[in-house]
């Protein structure tokens, strides 16, 4: 392994005594989102790579011969890891945290793989996913948007996470894993879904350390997925579960069990917290900027799709993913030495000044919004989700702002404590209800 050069390591670094560099601390993730930001900023315009002791984590506690890790927060550097797999694995983990490697391989499915198994394992879920289905779920999706909006709008307030940004995709993926909306499956689906990415959020742990939490909520939602998956296979419906464990390879082969599994694992939270962060922050941003919400209004049909797209780039709803290099290289003029952690922070990358002028400014209007890194930054790990998340916004964004145009934050915003997902546990709203 190459030696890291002594300046780039964060402690010392001379930053002013008002920036907190210390991003392996969990009490940093504590912070509100924007006084995080002024770290990263900092070390974009003054570090852009640079190294950091191991996180304080429980999934997997570090010891003194745990290596840290090299934070990636410019976007043009963000982008060329990213789309260099080779150079840069997934395999060997792709949190700034390490995982015991059974719950990883368990759990993350092609996430944390590389070529040729993740190029296998992609290609056959992306069977599943033909023009004809694609057309199925923006029409669930629609549907599911305006039945939310048919039961919420005369009630005039309440908590927006619970009445819709948690509801939608709970109901959409309730639908996905074959499992009755409403019912008891649904809920235990979208609690666990919450849950499993939020492991250092102490609402979320509920008294448990970060790794039973992960373990214990990916357990539920894959429990229900086999159930499904064995009855699938023999009597296949037109639903997602269906469509994915009768997907074949070019050579015929279907998926294992653990790999559908470990593919609903990853459905069930990673796609559905990204929607619904996504969802509360958008009615947050709307409601803090009023002139932008006037903008949106003016030409809702003409402009809701660039106003997601700004959603997630000032939002980014995943804030990171880790690669390990290869092999010697560089990056940003850096040395990084074979074996060694390469963290790249997307919710870095998205306010970068350089990318986008004027990058902490919300703009519903921004011409290259479409560019941020809320999918991934390219590469063979990019998002296979993304135009299903983008749907899901859509639906959500047209039905909200079409039916309750004045909705507002009306109270205290619960943001979760995560190093991975920017997350929000609740939202207060009030609005004014229609009047027949």
């Given amino acids: ?18 920036i907190d560099l210390d991003i392996s601390a969990r009490q940093f993730w504590a912070k509100p989102f924007e ?7 900092w070390l974009r315009n003054n570090h852009p790579v640079s190294y950091h002791r191991p996180y304080e984590s429980t999934l997997l506690p570090p010891d003194e011969n745990t290596p840290g890790f090299w934070a990636i927060t410019k976007y043009d550097d963000i982008q060329a890891v990213s789309r260099n797999a080779e150079l840069f694995s997934s395999r060997q983990g792709i949190l700034m945290e390490d995982f015991p490697e059974v719950i990883q391989v368990a759990t993350t499915s092609f996430l944390a793989m590389d070529a040729p198994e993740h190029t296998r394992m992609r290609r056959i879920v992306s069977r599943a996913f033909t023009p004809r289905r694609v057309r199925q779920m923006d029409d669930l999706v629609r549907g599911v948007a305006r039945d939310l909006l048919d039961e919420m ?3 005039g307030e309440g908590d927006f996470c619970r009445l819709f940004a948690a509801e939608m995709p709970a109901r959409i993926f309730a639908h996905f894993f074959g499992v009755d909306p409403r019912g008891e499956e649904a809920r235990i689906l979208a609690e666990a879904a919450e849950k499993m990415l939020a492991w250092d959020d102490p609402t979320a742990a509920a008294g448990r350390d970060a790794l039973h939490t992960f373990a214990e909520e990916a357990e539920r939602i894959q429990d229900i997925a086999l159930e499904y998956a064995d009855d699938r296979r023999e009597n296949p419906q037109d639903d ?8 074949e390879g070019e050579d015929g082969e279907a998926l294992d069990d653990w790999e559908v599994a470990a593919f609903f694992s990853l459905l069930g939270s990673a796609a559905n917290d990204t ?9 947050r941003l709307l409601s803090e900027h009023p002139d932008q919400r006037a ?8 402009r809701v799709d660039n106003a997601l797209e700004e959603v997630l780039r000032h939002s980014t709803p995943v804030q990171h993913f880790r690669r390990t290099a290869t092999a010697d290289t560089e990056i940003g003029g850096q040395a990084i030495g074979a074996g060694e952690k390469v963290v790249i922070w997307y919710c870095s990358g ?27 930054a390219g590469g063979s790990h990019y998002c296979i989700g993304a135009s ?14 079409s039916r309750i145009p004045d909705i507002e934050v009306a109270g205290d915003i619960g943001f979760q404590v995560n190093n991975f997902m920017h997350g929000v546990h609740h939202m207060p709203v009030r609005w004014t209800p229609p009047t027949d």
């Fill in 240 to 247: 997602m579960i269906s469509w994915v464990v009768n997907a």
């Fill in 1 to 18: 392994m190459t030696s890291t050069e002594p300046m780039a390591r964060a402690e010392e670094l001379d930053a002013p005594d008002d």
């Fill in 153 to 155: 709008e005369s009630l």
């Fill in 35 to 41: 006084e995080r930001e002024r770290t990263f900023s």
């Fill in 295 to 302: 903008l949106l209004l003016e030409d809702l049909d003409g």
């Fill in 275 to 283: 929607t619904r962060h996504s969802l509360a922050h958008g009615v």
């Fill in 350 to 376: 998205d306010r970068d000044d350089e990318v986008f002028p004027d990058a902490a400014r919300f703009d519903i209007t921004r011409e290259n919004a479409k560019s941020h890194q809320a999918f991934g």
């Fill in 388 to 401: 299903l998340g983008r749907s899901m916004l859509r639906a959500g964004f047209t039905e909200v702002f």
